[in-house]
């Protein structure tokens, strides 16, 4: 496959120029000769590494809690649509034995395959939190932090977890904190009640991300500087909902000029209503209702949201003074290395995967392509 006249959007810069795709991968970058290839004019068009969604609960309906594999396929098929080629499924604080048979679908899914985007492993939200940061978590499934516990959660499926969501002021979290992340787990902080302090000694044990950014956390303030203060203060990388409801724009601003682009990864948070109409869905167990563009419980709280992640590239790059390539990395490369797999996904590169979507001036997805084929024509 040949993909010509495109505005090829690398780490550093946009050039225009062509890529030669052959048996999945990026072959070759502005190829002279070419023959027998199945032809892509993208012409005025931009050609973008795919995106890698690192916190997405469902989509098109279904949701990673369904517990199967075709829950699983169905949403990589809905979100492909929207220019996400890899993606880390995410569970919730429900029942134990429910997360351990989330994880066996998301373990089959990474190693099979599915219909759209790759399953690069799981996230785990929770149920190691704080009842007093639930967000739209079910407070009746929480569970203090342990080794145990968390091998029970996880089975035979513990080398498909790529992060965790951890509250470290939680009693045990520290002990657990050191221990995944010795293991090479990616421990973030998130629906955390913990002051500064407690977060910057989770940060020492061995946590590395921060889960939603001002999302289910202490905030900023100038006595208080909270986790959100953590995060700004350390070398933590962090991730934003990029809807315009979840965070405003200003403090996105904020955000990325602090963290620096290198830091931020663009996520959805999305739930089963995502790519659906408005109407009552449900996550975790819980009823959401979504209208406005928000999914909220019965309380008010947000319930993840219904962004893609097409959508927060446009918004951020609408509402910053960022050039287009900085804020594709953050919805692509920085999840890559997010998930270990920055050696082949996240770039335009010789000899990277061709995980691929072609968008407009507008970022207006029109094609997509994964692992060499392509899975979208809009």
Do not use: W
Not at 223 to 237: E, L, N, Y
């Amino acid at each position: 496959m040949l993909i010509k006249n495109c505005n090829i959007i690398f780490l550093d810069r946009i050039e225009k120029g062509s890529i030669l795709v052959e048996n999945g991968k990026i072959k070759e970058i502005n190829p002279k000769n070419v023959q027998d290839s199945e032809v892509i004019d993208a012409e005025g068009m931009y050609l973008s590494p795919g995106f890698i969604d690192v916190h997405i609960h469902g989509a098109g309906g279904h949701d990673t809690m369904d517990g199967t594999y075709e829950a699983i396929n169905e949403i990589a098929k809905t979100i492909c649509k929207f220019g996400t080629t890899s993606f880390t499924p995410t569970t919730m604080t429900v029942a134990v034995e429910d997360i351990r048979k989330s994880m066996g679908a998301i373990k089959e899914a990474k190693i099979n395959g599915t219909d759209g985007a790759n399953v690069l492993g799981a996230h785990l939200e929770g149920p190691f939190i704080s009842p007093s940061a639930i967000g739209a978590q079910n407070p009746n499934f929480l569970e203090a932090p342990s080794i145990d516990t968390y091998n029970k959660m996880v089975g035979n499926c513990e080398d498909a977890v790529v992060s965790i969501t951890i509250a470290p002021e939680v009693e045990g979290a520290k002990e657990l904190i050191k221990y995944l992340s010795d293991k090479g787990v990616v421990c973030s902080i998130g629906h955390t009640k913990a002051t500064y302090e407690e977060a910057i000694d989770g940060i020492k044990c061995g946590c590395s991300h921060s889960t939603h950014l001002y999302n289910a956390m202490t905030p900023f303030t100038h006595r208080a500087p909270g986790v959100v203060g953590a995060t700004f203060d350390s070398d933590i990388t962090t991730e934003t909902i990029s809807d315009g409801i979840h965070i405003a724009y200003p403090a996105l601003r904020v955000a990325y000029k602090q963290k620096g682009t290198d830091k931020v990864l663009l996520i959805t948070d999305a739930m089963m209503a995502c790519g659906m109409p408005n109407g009552v869905y449900s996550l975790g167990g819980q009823e959401v209702n979504v209208e406005n563009g928000a999914a909220r419980i019965k309380s008010g709280s947000l319930a993840g949201s219904i962004l893609t992640l097409d959508k927060a590239v446009r918004n951020v790059y609408n509402n910053s003074d960022y050039p287009l390539n900085e804020v594709v990395k953050m919805a692509s490369y920085n999840g890559a290395k997010h998930c270990k797999v920055e050696d082949r996904k996240g770039l335009i590169k010789e000899g990277y995967d061709a995980d691929l979507v072609i968008f407009d001036e507008d970022i207006n997805v029109k094609k997509v392509i994964v692992n060499g084929k392509l899975v979208h024509e809009a």
